[in-house]
């Protein structure tokens, strides 16, 4: 899941930067969704990173392990309320946005949907898969 992530993170990012540069100031609304994919990506990238980190060390005995899949579990589960939230904020920014024909907030709002629907269901796979192996073991 790690590499996952880490994939989607460093396109989310690239594509994020290549929106911005090719909306310039003619596409206002692509330029909004590109600062979050830019945004978000940089964040998704700098959890992918530490989670590569946690998984290079293999010196952890069974206690270790199970304290960390336990805590991960706990953090999955908040940040899938969180996640629901950012869609709750994407549209809450997109709807007014549509309504008052403001570009920037339609494409904050779209941004924000996508980034926040992803990892709302990354968090749900990754909490799946995780529960499968703990409860295996």
Known sequence: MTMLLLGVSIGSVLSGISMIGFAGQANIWLAAIGWQFAIWGAIDLIFALLGLRQCRRADQDLLDDQAEATQLTK??????????????????LFVPGAMLGNASLIGHGVGVLLQGGFLLGFDRAFLAKLSAVTSRG
């Open 75 to 92: 953090s999955l589960r908040f940040n899938g309320k969180l996640n629901v939230l950012w869609v709750v904020i994407g549209l809450a």
